[in-house]
């Protein structure tokens, strides 16, 4: 990824987050246009939380049927802003966005949505401080891993990982899937990256905590596959073809049965990012997701040139490529 590709992408402001709670389909659809369309009228923006695990600013429930009421009465949220989705106003609750739902007037999306970062706003006098560094948990990890020595990422809360780039290793008490929540937030948090003195005593004295090292490829490929929500954060351009240097090692790095498929049209030529998924018959979102996970551990290139093959013959490509693969591993098994 380029320096300035990401250093744009971290500078951007993050839009605050919505989550739906039994909200319908066609609700859902409507809401995440309307979103877009009020990107310049809404300030902070707000969006729809892209993956189950991204921590919401707010929720919204729709207090029109049992799941949503059994939701709204025996949920907790720790605390986050909950909105009332209904076609009446609902008592009790702070905020109730109306059916059928307007963009502005009274129990309206902008009315409801800037009241709510309102409160967000007071309730967290220390945003936008000058002198204290708040940023997402997976740009606090980008930087800790170009750290030139080791370092250790500490929240509020006490230290969260320890990153050794010389050693190509990191440390963390935390369980991958806790690592994963923490990268797809979007919630910008207070941190620091503290220099570890004495990084050569740092696998002993962890160890005696039980917390061994894991390799730093890992935590780099899952900043890439979670955080970007189905869009490039930066490393490769929708419009032009990319390919892969090499093969990822998918003995170490987390990955689903579509990525052996993408990986293998990626190491035979250059392809654009929407023949890809067309090729493999994957969600486009899914392949952004994998090209933003090759771009993170540097094995994603990206090309100029535009790709001359048809759909059809990425397709046959694939298939003969995927044989090889299967067929490479099964006489492997039979030795």
């Known amino acids: 990824m380029s320096d300035r590709g990401q250093v744009d992408s971290e500078n951007q402001p993050r839009p605050l987050v919505l989550s739906?709670?039994?909200?319908?389909?066609?609700?859902?659809?409507?809401?995440?246009?309307?979103?877009?369309?009020?990107?310049?009228?809404?300030?902070?923006?707000?969006?729809?939380?892209?993956?189950?695990?991204?921590?919401?600013?707010?929720?919204?429930?729709?207090?029109?049927?049992?799941?949503?009421?059994?939701?709204?009465?025996?949920?907790?949220?720790?605390?986050?802003?909950?909105?009332?989705?209904?076609?009446?106003?609902?008592?009790?609750?702070e905020w109730t966005l109306l059916k059928p739902i307007k963009t502005g007037g009274p129990h309206s999306v902008t009315e409801v949505l800037t009241a709510v970062a309102g409160k967000l706003q007071l309730s967290d006098p220390a945003h936008d401080v000058p002198g204290r560094s708040k940023a997402t948990f997976a740009t606090l990890t980008r930087r800790a891993s170009h750290h030139p020595h080791a370092a250790d990422l500490v929240l509020a809360n006490g230290s969260v990982l320890v990153i050794d780039p010389a050693e190509k290793v990191f440390y963390s008490s935390r369980t991958t899937d806790e690592l994963v929540a923490l990268l797809r937030s979007r919630r910008r948090l207070e941190g620091k990256i503290v220099p570890v003195t004495s990084a050569d005593k740092l696998p002993a004295r962890l160890a005696r905590w039980g917390i061994k090292p894991r390799p730093l490829e890992e935590l780099l490929w899952l900043t890439g596959l979670v955080t970007g929500a189905g869009e490039s954060l930066g490393g490769w351009n929708p419009r032009e073809p990319v390919r892969l240097a090499r093969w990822p090692d998918f003995a170490k790095l987390p990955y689903r049965q579509g990525h052996l498929k993408m990986a293998a049209m990626l190491t035979a030529?250059?392809?654009?990012?929407?023949?890809?998924?067309?090729?493999?018959?994957?969600?486009?979102?899914?392949v952004a997701d994998f090209l933003n996970a090759c771009a993170e551990i540097g094995i994603l290139e990206s090309k100029a040139a535009h790709a001359s093959v048809s759909a059809a013959d990425m397709k046959a490509t694939t298939m003969d490529i995927w044989r090889g693969v299967v067929g490479s591993l099964k006489r492997k098994d039979s030795k």
């Open 20 to 93: 739906l709670a039994s909200v319908g389909a066609d609700e859902e659809r409507y809401l995440r246009s309307l979103l877009a369309l009020l990107k310049s009228y809404l300030d902070p923006q707000w969006c729809l939380a892209a993956r189950l695990g991204d921590l919401p600013d707010a929720v919204l429930v729709d207090l029109d049927g049992p799941e949503g009421r059994q939701v709204w009465e025996n949920v907790h949220f720790g605390g986050i802003p909950r909105i009332a989705l209904s076609r009446d106003q609902v008592l009790g609750a």
């Open 269 to 286: 030529d250059g392809i654009l990012p929407a023949k890809l998924a067309e090729a493999c018959e994957s969600a486009m979102g899914d």
